[in-house]
């Protein structure tokens, strides 16, 4: 279906384009040539679905690049993305929810975290947040506090179901509970 809407868009813009262009024009040798290039475009884009299973795609190319000429269509432009380009954007896209999970675990579980305890944490910081088996959380509290370090271990591996290991406690200036 995605494919029909996308032909269907294809010839309702070049036709709207060419319908525009005719009215812009004053009448004249220019007025036969726009008709001229808008008829090809619009013949090239009605016939692209049927003409590739007998002549190879030569249609399908020949309607974009109406298309681009016509109204800078970004058809064949996102066609032309090499594989390089794809997989960085899902590299940096794959960064961003990592980013994005972090946070959201960091926020999460010190919220998990009961009132006497929550009120010492100054900090939480979760590391490779997508696996359970290699994630490392570590949580800063006050070092002027009474900080149960082991209660805070275990409650935040609880909410997060990793291993107790996995949470590490540090006072605020970097020492470990």
């Keep these: 279906m995605n494919g029909?809407?996308?032909?269907l868009r294809q010839v309702v813009a070049i036709a709207l384009?060419?319908?525009i262009a005719?009215?812009?024009?004053?009448?004249?040798?220019?007025?036969?040539?726009?008709?001229?290039?808008?008829?090809?475009?619009?013949?090239?884009?009605l016939l692209s679905p049927i003409l590739p299973a007998l002549r190879g795609g030569w249609a399908d190319e020949a309607a974009n690049r109406a298309s681009d000429v016509l109204f800078g269509n970004a058809a064949t432009t996102t066609a032309s993305v090499g594989r390089g380009a794809a997989q960085d954007y899902a590299q940096a896209l794959g960064q961003v929810e990592d980013e994005d999970a972090a946070k959201y675990l960091a926020?999460?579980?010190e919220a998990s975290l009961p009132d006497p305890l929550r009120s010492e944490v100054?900090?939480?910081?979760?590391?490779?947040?997508?696996?359970?088996?290699?994630?490392?959380?570590?949580v800063w509290v006050r070092p002027t506090g009474v900080v149960?370090?082991?209660e805070i271990r275990q409650s935040i591996a609880a909410q997060l179901a990793v291993n107790p290991s996995q949470v590490e406690v540090l006072d605020e200036g970097g020492g470990p509970q």
């Design 17 to 19: 384009v060419g319908g």
């Design 122 to 138: 100054v900090k939480v910081s979760v590391e490779h947040p997508t696996s359970a088996d290699h994630m490392a959380v570590m």
């Design 107 to 109: 926020e999460w579980a």
């Design 22 to 45: 005719e009215m812009m024009l004053p009448s004249g040798g220019l007025l036969r040539y726009v008709r001229m290039t808008v008829g090809v475009a619009l013949l090239a884009t």
């Design 4 to 7: 029909l809407e996308e032909w």
């Design 148 to 150: 149960d370090a082991v």
